[in-house]
């Protein structure tokens, strides 16, 4: 889990040394990572969870090619609602289950079964292969931060997020906020003389509704055509009061605001703002009791390739080799560190990975293995043609 | 504060010592107690934090009355909103700031005023006067259960909540609730594939107010006239969420119900469980997933006195030599220890104090110190009147 990573790490280490990559592994968390304006993570201590990175060094003359993916894993929720114990990694028709099966370890074990099968056939590629396993996606991308950071760049990327074998070019970005609201507490048998924190949060989500359908309307690009909501705006946790018989005076929403491909991270804070401050235009308690927005926690950097590029094409042509059938291309409904890679280590990124995005952060989170095993098949051919065989 | 009571109690001691009182005083929580239906506690440790009981033995002959007063006070709230510290008592222009200075350190005060008047002036009554100072009244009378348990009944009861110099005589039963609410778990950026739990508690939150709103139209006591709620339903508390970019699949709500002077609790209950089944009528997600609803904590027994109570009577002529006017005499808005003091202990009760119940619970918790002395001059008189002087 986040913030544990370094027994699932191991595993990663073990299986590179294996492979006979060249491995790079620190402990992120130096001043120019900290100092750095997209770095983003409310994590104090990175130590004893190293950042992995595997090269298997190319002979020369190919494109290079980053594979990144993730370690880290959301909490499993309520334990309840689980059929097995979230970590049981149990396999029924098909399937395995887990906390992170999905997103993304199905996504790096395709990448690693592609690698382990260029190198036992013996085949040596002439582009560098680098492989990424790096903490903190789930809340913002401090780890491939680290990796661009420490140098790792390269003529394109694969990112093996959940995309149920879709190929996202573009990727929506996100962040997370924080609102507080105000209320005035008093004794809950005279509640009238009180102003409840909790109903006024209910108007809060409700405008957040608002603007959600308002930011999603906006959004024409045929790649988010089969995308419900393609940027929305997730109410992921409140609390509010102390006492049952109170009313309570304060309440906290933290949630995740989707950000177009197109859109800046400002713009669409300030688009929120604005929004919230409309709500004192019918209710002048938020006039008289403004609520605190803040930003905090995890940022992606929303990500944009060129309809027209070389990555995609390849891995396309791969897919149709191993699918016989033209890959679906989409728009990401959610952010990844594709953001970082491309924005910040001039990377270009294509997110496809074998995992189902509904069963992501879900109970009994599960990834069907033969898409696992397709998605291997894809990611060996696509290195063979992106990096070339010698 | 309620769990660390013992500061205060020694104060109360220290008094009663100076003005004579035969004590008793003793940590509550024996099988007798625990076991009776009416308890009602989430405490688990009464250790150190005792009842304290004050007799004044009369010379025979009068009626015999209970001062009754609680000693815990709820919570502070968000301390940014006091002006001073919650536990300052500071004076000005007149108030007496705090929390706990309203309920109800100064109807406390005001008992112990009216007592040491009546001692220091030298006059003997004839009934006994038996001051009660109690824990535990915030979070169900499990300090007055256990007085009552242990013999302490009388011919009547001043308990002096804030009131505003009011006199009720009908007193609304309450109970604590707490509804778990059932979602679906999902990655926020795909967001329509899970069910919000905190979006389902808004419809939760949204019937509960139907349901008060239903039930507070059927009160048609006159005794009710001015009070906006007669019986309210408070929403105290939500937590819900784990993780800004899930969605939360629970949410849990807990609140007080108001019980009307005749009404049953069991019969309040039937309704609320009713009208929370009907949310599955327009809402399937409701008949899949059935809400849990819970009664713990606190819980108070309604309290009815008839109109022509002699005691009544006695504390208005009081009130009138004072004030020179009638007093309003209403129903009381919120719970008090009354209910077990008239349901369990057959002791017929009037509440009646000095404090304002619109500062009960809120920041800035004042006393206006001349109701204070007012009320005392009140009581001294009543039981002048009531128990009689030898």
């Not at 962040?175 to 949060?201: C, D, L, P, Q």
């Not at 390739?305 to 059938?325: G, T, W, Y």
Request: hydrophobic share 40%; with cysteine; charged share 25%.
């Amino acid at each position: 889990m986040r913030g544990n990573e370094s027994r699932a790490q191991a595993v990663i280490i073990e299986k590179c040394r294996r492979l006979g990559f060249s491995l790079d592994i620190w402990e992120i968390g130096e001043e120019k990572l900290l100092n750095h304006p997209v770095f983003c993570s409310d994590r104090k201590d990175f130590s004893g969870n190293p950042n992995v990175v595997g090269v298997l060094k190319g002979s020369g003359g190919g494109k290079s090619i980053i594979l990144n993916s993730h370690i880290d894993v959301v909490p499993p929720g309520d334990r309840n609602d689980w059929k097995d114990d979230p970590f049981s990694g149990h396999i029924e028709e098909g399937k395995l289950y887990g906390r992170g099966a999905t997103d993304m370890k199905g996504g790096t074990v395709a990448m690693l079964l592609a690698l382990e099968a260029i190198i036992s056939s013996g085949i040596k590629l002439k582009g560098d292969v680098i492989f990424q396993s790096v903490i903190e996606e789930e809340s913002g991308g401090a780890g491939t931060l680290a990796a661009v950071l420490r140098g790792y760049k390269a003529d394109g990327a694969i990112i093996p997020e959940p995309t149920n074998m879709k190929l996202f070019t573009k990727q929506q970005g996100s962040m997370w906020f924080r609102i507080t609201v105000k209320g005035r507490s008093a004794h809950g048998g005279t509640r009238y003389e009180g102003v409840n924190a909790i109903e006024k949060s209910m108007a809060v989500i409700k405008k957040l509704e608002e603007l959600e359908n308002k930011r999603n309307k906006r959004i024409t690009d045929p790649l988010y055509k089969d995308i419900p909501i393609p940027i929305p705006i997730n109410i992921g946790k409140i609390q509010s009061g102390e006492w049952p018989s109170s009313v309570p005076d304060l309440a906290v929403i933290e949630g995740r605001m989707g950000v177009a491909p197109a859109e800046t991270l400002e713009h669409t804070k300030k688009e929120m703002i604005a929004s919230l401050e409309e709500l004192a235009e019918t209710d002048s308690w938020f006039a008289d009791h403004p609520l605190t927005i803040e930003w905090f926690g995890g940022k992606w950097l929303p990500g944009n390739l060129e309809a027209d590029h070389p990555l995609i094409s390849v891995i396309s042509e791969s897919f149709e080799n191993v699918k016989k059938s033209k890959p679906v291309i989409e728009a990401s409904p959610w952010g990844t560190d594709g953001g970082i890679l491309s924005n910040v280590g001039q990377t270009p990124v294509v997110v496809f990975g074998p995992g189902v995005t509904k069963a992501a952060h879900d109970v009994n989170e599960y990834i069907v293995l033969e898409n696992m095993f397709e998605a291997a098949e894809i990611i060996a051919l696509t290195l063979l043609k992106w990096c070339e065989v010698n």
